[in-house]
């Protein structure tokens, strides 16, 4: 033990392994400098890498070169400052993280809204649940469709800035009100009501997907696919072919996932003679769908020719907008390339593309938090613990939602806290702890 070192001999130390065990769990404050000292001799490791020096940090008015600045778009909420300076060698013994996600001067502007609780809970799944179970005649009555509109707009929306809670909260009636719409209208209302419901069914099947309820999302995603033909729109049947997709591929389909999606943008490419914004950005989003499914086969040949013609097609629209809700853009592009990398287990390169986003251009912070958690995953996988919990923290800013009740982020968590080095373990606790994971 550490009273067998020269420091331990020279000081007189005694120490055993409860005392140690005490130290790493955190349940005692630091080691005095003597044991410190001792503790870098057994384990032939520096101060740093154990943790024992301290952190120097920028004033939190002002960001430096390696700190990013989230900013609230409330007055009763306080910017944050992502601190993203390490520890170790370098210029004045300070090393800058290398901090993924952001091209070189890039800031960091993700706006944070009022945090939520839960994305959504287990009452409001079964609302959910009941509203795409029920089959009985809808009640006859005027239909509104504009204001129905704008309820499908604010859920789409809601669902984008990663407040769940609410759109969970809120599909069960909108998705009766829309059943009813279609069945009461005829013409060219009863196509628009349809082109709605096409809508509000694929972010109920997101949202579903997110809680890994494969059952209910692939019922979601089937009833947005058929209200999407019967509105006739070729938009909303290409829009609607990426959720198919995504609930296939949820399922383990993953060969039928990237024919669907191949299909659908085969479908939608044949009538591009002058396309606008939407058309470009809906056959690109299913590009990417694709190229994901692609993925998670191995076929690298299809991953290549699918993220190609992305990439492609990103620069023929210029910029990364959200048409159609898509979030589609050259850097969006990028996004899936990080994921794909992952997919294939290749986590440096994963690493390299996520280092050439611009995420101050990602139009929607649900496209933000999914690229930090990839890279988070990345780093993970490269054994960089301290980096895969700082930028998973990262993405809980972003989106409070995203991690703290998405299953997959909450394993994430759980993977950190347990091959995490002595040096972060006491923060990953933390952390595990203020999201619930443990006790």
């Known amino acids: 033990m550490v009273n067998l070192t020269r420091s331990g001999i020279k000081y007189g130390l005694a120490c055993d392994e409860e005392r140690i065990r005490r130290w790493e769990a955190g349940e005692v404050s630091w080691p005095r400098e003597p044991y410190r000292l001792a503790l870098t001799e057994l384990t032939h490791t520096d101060l740093e890498d154990l943790g024992f020096a301290p952190t120097k940090r920028a004033p939190r008015s002002s960001t430096s070169s390696g700190e990013y600045l989230i900013k609230a778009d409330s007055p009763n909420i306080t910017p944050q400052v992502v601190d993203l300076v390490g520890q170790g060698e370098g210029e004045n013994d ?6 993924v996600g952001l091209t070189g001067a890039a800031l960091f502007s993700a706006v944070l809204g009022p945090t939520e609780k839960a994305p959504a809970t287990g009452q409001d799944l079964e609302r959910i649940a009941a509203a795409l179970v029920d089959y009985s005649t809808p009640l006859d009555g005027p239909a509104d469709l504009n204001a129905l ?13 990663c407040r769940y809670a609410q759109v969970s909260a809120e599909l069960p009636a909108l998705l009766r009100k829309l059943r009813a719409a279609c069945a009461v209208l005829d013409g060219d209302a009863s196509l628009r009501a349809h082109a709605l419901s096409a809508e509000a069914h694929h972010v109920a099947a997101s949202i579903l997907i997110k809680q890994e309820d494969k059952g209910l999302a692939w019922l979601a995603a089937d009833r947005s696919v058929q209200a999407a033909y019967a509105s006739q729109s070729p938009l909303m049947i290409g829009s609607s072919s990426r959720i198919i997709t995504h609930a296939l591929m949820d399922g383990g389909h993953h060969r039928a996932a990237t024919d669907a999606a191949r299909t659908a943008a085969l479908r939608m490419d044949s009538g591009l003679f002058e396309p ?15 190229a994901i499914a692609a993925a998670r086969t191995g076929n690298r040949h299809a991953i290549a020719e699918l993220l190609d013609e992305a990439a492609a097609t990103g620069e023929r629209l210029g910029h990364d907008g959200n048409h159609m809700w898509t979030a589609f853009g050259p850097n969006n592009v990028l996004c899936h390339r990080v994921n794909v990398a992952l997919s294939l287990g290749d986590a440096g390169t994963a ?7 611009d995420i101050g251009k990602l139009p929607i912070n649900e496209r933000k938090a999914t690229l930090l958690l990839d890279t988070s995953r990345a780093f993970l996988m490269c054994g960089k613990h301290d980096k895969a919990l700082h930028v998973l923290r990262a993405a809980g800013d972003v989106a409070p939602e995203e991690v703290a009740g998405r299953p997959a982020a909450l394993r994430l968590v759980r993977d950190i806290l347990a091959t995490a080095p002595i040096s972060i373990r006491r923060e990953a606790r933390e952390y595990a702890v203020s999201l619930g994971v443990i006790a």
């Open 351 to 357: 690493i390299d593309y996520a280092r050439q986003v």
């Open 149 to 161: 509109a704008a309820t499908v707009s604010a859920a789409k929306q809601n669902y984008q800035a």
């Open 94 to 99: 300070v090393r800058r993280r290398e901090f």
């Open 276 to 290: 606008s914004a939407d058309d470009l950005s809906i056959y690109g989003s299913l590009l990417l769908r694709g």
